[in-house]
Nanobody
């Protein structure tokens, strides 16, 4: 049971980055998936989540309109496309997955709403 996030790196203010997260070891294909992040010295925070079918998404206000979460169930992969990046987006980004079925909305912003966590990939936005 593994979630492997990648794609992190250094990017300039206003730039873009795409983070893929591949699942392996168990069938995650229809699990709810999402992304959290943790900046240095700060608490972990919710970024985005997507339903098993990919039809419903929910975002933190801080990234709405700039980030897009998507998934390819055939590849068992979830993606986070990040545009118009800001220095405050600098963080370690974690992908998450959960088999339980409940609404894609505010309840999914808690870290306790996800059973499975990846190891994280670091994103640094320079000004």
């Amino acid at each position: 049971v593994q979630l492997q996030a990648s794609g992190g790196g250094l990017v300039q203010l206003g730039g873009s980055l795409s983070l893929p997260c591949a699942a392996s070891g168990r069938t995650f294909r229809m699990y709810t998936k999402g992304w959290f992040r943790q900046a240095p010295g700060k608490e972990r925070e919710f970024v985005a989540t997507i339903s098993g079918s990919g039809g419903t998404t929910y975002y933190a206000d801080s990234v709405k309109g700039r980030f897009t979460i998507s998934r390819d169930n055939a590849k068992n992969t979830v993606y986070l496309q990040m545009n118009s990046l800001k220095p405050e987006d600098t963080a370690v980004y974690y992908c998450v997955a959960d088999p339980r079925i409940f609404d894609i909305g505010p309840r999914r912003t808690s870290s306790s709403a996800y059973d499975y966590w990846g190891q994280g990939t670091e994103v640094t936005v320079s000004s």
